[in-house]
């Protein structure tokens, strides 16, 4: 079954008035994995389990982006739910969702602007086995302006403690991948809070296709040299 932002994606197009553009709309691309059909990653869709679940709220068109990092979540987190973010209409199932006792939820945000009692640092395992309960993230998928809108305007979430990254989980997390990017994408922030949550092989997963994908997709953009070409089709990271 197609997972979660696929679905989202579907009903999204179907909702659309006028078609949607991506950038690079000319691409033939694969439909499973959304990058140039030449650089299908298809066959490295990496298969795990994990303890903790993703439940994304996507702003607007951000399931119809090629680009958009939260379908990599639902490729590799197998218990990820997808909804369309709207400030008027709330999904009863976001509700149910958030209610389900199965679920400790925790939305993903930046501490500065959260009340301090409602920040949380760590996702306490002992404490939620005890309670028969799963780490939940609750993660905001847009631009930042976007997200920060998302959790100003979802009364549903105000209740829920709030998973602030810190500086030094950040910082360590570009080391390893040196990246210089001001803000990590929805993909690298799961990766991030499946570590905290002690989802070791899902965290390292979700990582790693990340990468494969950023590498695919520029192929796809920009022809890659005879060494990458190489590279790409052996799976060895260059
Ligand atoms: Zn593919």
Same mark, same amino acid.
């Given at each position: 079954m197609p997972h979660a932002v696929s679905r989202l994606r579907d009903q999204r197009l179907a909702r659309s008035q006028k078609p949607f553009l991506a950038r690079g709309a000319h691409l033939v691309r694969c439909p499973r994995c959304r990058v140039g059909i030449q650089y299908c990653m298809c066959a490295w869709q990496p298969k795990v389990t994990a303890h903790s679940a993703v439940c994304l709220l996507m702003y607007d068109a951000e399931p119809l982006k090629p680009t958009n990092?939260?379908? /990599?979540?639902? #490729?590799?987190?197998?218990?990820?739910?997808?909804?369309?973010?709207?400030?008027?209409?709330?999904?009863?199932n976001i509700l149910a969702l958030l209610a389900d006792?199965?679920?400790?939820?925790?939305?993903?945000?930046p501490d500065e602007?959260?009340?301090?009692?409602?920040v949380v640092r760590d996702v306490p395992q002992a404490e939620l086995q005890a309670a028969g309960k799963r780490p939940l993230f609750v993660v905001l998928d847009g631009t930042w302006t976007e997200a920060r809108k998302?959790?100003?305007?979802?009364?549903?979430?105000?209740?829920?403690?709030?998973?602030? /990254?810190?500086? #030094?989980?950040i910082s360590r997390y570009r080391l390893r991948r040196s990246t210089r990017e001001e803000h990590l994408c929805t993909a690298e922030v799961t990766a991030l809070c499946l570590h905290l949550a002690a989802d070791v092989a899902a965290a390292q997963a979700l990582e790693q296709w990340f990468a494969r994908f950023s590498r695919h997709y520029l192929a796809?953009?920009?022809?890659?040299?005879?060494?990458?070409?190489?590279?790409?089709h052996n799976g060895t990271a260059l």
């Open positions: 990092t939260g379908w /990599l979540i639902a #490729d590799v987190v197998p218990d990820t739910f997808a909804f369309s973010w709207s400030r008027t209409e709330i999904d009863e006792p199965q679920w400790q939820p925790y939305v993903v945000f602007y959260v009340p301090v009692e409602r998302m959790f100003r305007k979802s009364a549903y979430l105000a209740h829920l403690p709030v998973l602030s /990254l810190q500086p #030094d989980d796809g953009r920009k022809p890659p040299s005879v060494a990458e070409q190489h590279a790409l």
